[in-house]
């Protein structure tokens, strides 16, 4: 079983959509997630972190996590072209180790 | 400078030569990381290294791969005998403080994009 897992896609949306994207961790007493944005080509930037059970919203992002049930999301409203990226989740195991998902492809189809 | 920076931005070397990629992480971070993405594929832990403690290198894929950080602050990942399989962008990220400290936020920098013919 992997570490974070998080569906490839590639995921499809039209402009103005809502994008959801979803990741799932193994290790119950992980501490704290983030999702990065990774244009092709370029270095992960952070979009977002979150800490604790609840919704994190900061401007057209929203962080959602479960630590109930082991995931966390992002949502993405009102979806541009420019957010034609893709999605890293991270999470910091116990310990020293954090870990990144494969990542997820998001197309906004103007 | 304003954010991590890496150095060479592109290597291209032969089979067998060691390589030099060298991180210069935010003035004031203590942690430091290591990461390699193959095309296509996530992010690879490699390396990291937190103030002047012991470096965590479970991440090393072998033992021609290994790591400095100098004076707690510019680090170095060596690459000895280079194989085509090493080939790979290298990121280095680094944070305020380490994991479960509430700043463990990592930036990362621009990468060394690494071609092994």
């Known amino acids: 079983q992997k570490e974070v897992e998080q569906n490839s896609g590639p995921l499809s949306v039209p402009e103005g959509a809502i994008a959801s994207l979803n990741c799932t961790y193994s290790?119950?007493?992980?501490?704290?997630f983030f999702w990065y944005r990774q244009y092709s080509g370029k270095s992960p930037e952070l979009i977002m972190f979150?800490?604790?059970?609840g919704d994190k919203e900061d401007g057209r992002f929203t962080a959602q996590l479960n630590k109930a049930s082991q995931y966390v999301s992002l949502l993405i409203r009102d979806s541009q072209p420019s957010d034609s990226a893709t999605y890293l989740c991270?999470?910091?195991?116990?310990?020293?180790?954090?870990?990144f998902g494969t990542g997820t492809s998001l197309t906004v189809i103007p | 400078g304003a954010g991590v920076s890496q150095s060479p931005s592109n290597k291209v070397t032969e089979k067998g030569k060691d390589v030099e990629l060298r991180c210069d992480p935010i003035s004031g971070h203590t942690a430091l990381y290591w990461y390699r993405q193959s095309l296509g594929q996530g992010l690879e832990f490699l390396i990291y290294?937190?103030?002047?403690?012991?470096?965590?290198k479970s991440g090393l894929p072998s033992d021609r791969f290994s790591a400095e950080r100098t004076g707690g602050s510019v680090s170095t990942l060596t690459i000895q005998r280079t194989q085509q399989e090493d080939s790979a962008v290298y990121l280095c990220?680094?944070?305020?403080?380490?994991?479960?400290?509430?700043?463990?936020?990592?930036?990362f920098g621009p990468g060394t994009r690494l071609l092994v013919l």
């Open positions: 990220a680094s944070s305020l403080s380490g994991p479960a400290s509430g700043q463990e936020t990592q930036y």
């Open positions: 991270a999470v910091n195991k116990t310990g020293n180790q954090f870990y």
């Open positions: 290294f937190q103030g002047n403690s012991a470096p965590d």
């Open positions: 979150i800490y604790s059970n």
């Open positions: 290790d119950r007493g992980s501490q704290s």
